[in-house]
């Protein structure tokens, strides 16, 4: 895969995310048994958070 194939894939995996999170009810987003607003986190910011570390990591790697 190219770069820009990679780039272009998040791009689009994070619009249909988006869409998906505006278009989620108000009254689903704070139920008690699955609040939606945990999995928006999860899957949103806090997926970031998971594996930025080592993400960071292997950018200062060397270039072969």
Known sequence: RTWNGVRAEASDAYAAFLSAAEAAPEEILFTPERPAWQIIAFNGYLHYEDFAPSLR????????
Request: glycine letters at 0%; aromatic letters at 12%.
């Open 57 to 64: 990591v292997w950018l200062q790697r060397p270039q072969r």
